[in-house]
């Protein structure tokens, strides 16, 4: 019978896709993936370290596993993602019922330590090399038809993520990234294209691009001349057959360049979505930050880009309350939010993180005081996101169907935002994975609805 691994992901896109690789591996080992930790043989903890106490929320998740180990004594407890990394054998000095702790780099070896652990040849497994010249395992295999019965997803989604590097050698001052999954390394581009091609045999339509910073792919610690410039990159994935739709995430405004603004023109299925995380408004905060822009530069480069791609749909990541920040910084910050009008942002209250500089920065910032800009900054965004959403009303939109119902459905716009349809009298159902044309009826900040169009 097979076994069952439950996997629990926290944080971003990256560990998502660590997970399902994770799945993918286990899968050739005889695991299936389940919903429920209780029924589950193992269980991995993927966890992410970006903020608020990341590590203590961890401890206290593994606290509760205790309890269900102490039920249920054959079930087996992993940590992995950046938490595993960042603590590493704390880990398993300070829990007892956890067999297994795993690095963001050594996924591959799960199945072995797996093994070696059921062989009573170890008792418990860590591994956590960060080699800072160690190629991307070619995972791709995975999805080749010969290793896909046993995998965990039958039904193929619509959209899915492709490492195209590991690691970040930017060291802004308030992250952990660098730290939990070490320096910048691309992964070869035949690896990449052969994973986009699987993929899109399978049926997917959209294909997300992931890096902690794509700008650079190629640029340091590559594997050359197995690797290309990004724009390249992406003029080779768009060739791929079956793509309907291509994004990717994340760019640093520094390694931004005309080259790959030119794309958003060039590249059908290139989204005329950006995610570009500015952070702050303020030049001295992403001077303190390490960022290696000014807001100035920021902006020239937002005005450049809409003149390549006027109806490009931009969105960001900001901080506040970095230490020092400044009501008068602050405001700069809603001042650039103000004059860029972002379609959307994820924002965060600033919090210490192990390793990173600005924990060591004087003038920390009061948590009320942050959750007062939070606050005025999220509005402001919500303004000016149902703005964005508002001007829509009437107008024809595309949107991927992503989940069909009996007479209506869900999708995403080019933009990236949600929209929910209806179908009217006598149209035929479309099938997840089409392409439809939806004509706005409601807007709200966070989606859209309308009638689909014939
Ligand atoms: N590589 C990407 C994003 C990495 S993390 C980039 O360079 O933008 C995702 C977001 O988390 C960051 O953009 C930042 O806004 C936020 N973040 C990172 N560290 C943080 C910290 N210590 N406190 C609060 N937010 C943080
Ligand atoms: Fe973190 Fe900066 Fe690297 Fe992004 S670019 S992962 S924010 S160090
Ligand atoms: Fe979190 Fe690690 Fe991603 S810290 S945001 S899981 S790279």
């Not at 965060?348 to 910032?365: E, G, V």
């Not at 009061?366 to 996101?385: D, H, M, P, T």
């Not at 999708?411 to 935002?417: D, E, K, L, V, Y």
Request: charged content about 25%; hydrophobic content about 40%.
């Amino acid at each position: 019978m097979d076994k069952i691994v439950h996997i629990k992901t926290f944080g971003c896109q990256m560990n998502e896709r660590d997970s399902e690789i994770m799945g993918q591996l286990l899968g050739r080992s005889g695991y299936v993936r389940g919903d429920e930790p209780e029924t589950a043989d193992l269980i991995l903890v993927n966890t992410c370290s970006i903020r608020d106490k990341a590590e203590q929320k961890v401890y206290s998740l593994l606290g509760q596993l205790r309890d269900l180990k102490a039920k249920k004594n054959n079930i087996r407890i992993g940590v992995c993602g950046c938490v595993a990394q960042q603590e590493g054998r704390k880990i398993i000095e300070r829990m007892p019922h956890v067999d297994l702790v795993v690095g963001t780099q050594q996924l591959y070896q799960l199945p072995v330590l797996l093994d070696r652990l059921e062989s009573g040849e170890l008792s418990r497994a860590v591994a956590l090399d960060l080699n800072p010249v160690f190629a991307i395992p070619p995972f791709q295999h995975l999805l080749r038809e010969e290793n896909l019965q046993k995998n965990e997803k039958k039904h193929t989604p619509v959209q899915r993520y492709v490492n195209i590097m590991q690691g970040c050698n930017n060291f802004c001052s308030y992250c952990v990234v660098p730290y939990t999954r070490g320096r910048e390394i691309s992964r070869p581009l035949a690896d990449i294209l052969e994973e986009v091609r699987l993929l899109a045999a399978q049926g997917v339509r959209e294909i997300t691009l992931l890096g902690q910073n794509v700008n650079s792919y190629g640029k340091t610690n590559a594997v050359a001349p197995q690797v290309t410039s990004f724009p390249d990159l992406l003029r080779a994935v768009a060739e791929i057959e079956g793509l309907k739709r291509l994004r990717f995430t994340t760019s640093h405004p520094k390694d931004l360049d005309l080259t790959l603004m030119r794309c958003f023109a060039e590249l059908e299925v290139l989204c005329p979505h950006f995610h570009l995380p500015v952070q702050s408004g303020s030049s001295a905060v992403l001077a303190r930050m390490n960022r290696g822009y000014t807001a100035e530069a920021y902006l020239d480069k937002v005005e450049q880009l809409r003149g390549i791609r006027p109806d490009i749909a931009l969105a960001t990541d900001f901080i506040v309350g970095f230490p020092g920040e400044t009501e008068e910084e602050f405001v700069e910050t809603l001042q650039l939010l103000e004059s860029v009008r972002f379609h959307s942002s994820f924002s965060f209250k600033y919090s210490d993180r192990p390793q990173a500089r600005a924990t060591a920065f004087p003038d920390k910032i009061a948590e009320e005081v942050k959750g007062e800009r939070l606050s005025r900054l999220q509005s402001l965004q919500n303004e000016i996101s149902l703005q964005w959403n508002t001007n829509l009303m009437h107008k024809e939109v595309e949107v991927l169907v992503e989940q069909v119902q009996t007479q209506a459905g869900r999708g995403r716009s080019s933009a990236n935002q949600v929209v929910y349809f209806h179908l009217q009298a006598d149209q035929a159902l479309p099938v997840v994975g089409d392409l439809v044309r939806v004509q706005i009826e409601h807007a709200g900040p966070h989606s859209l609805r309308g009638a689909m169009l014939s």
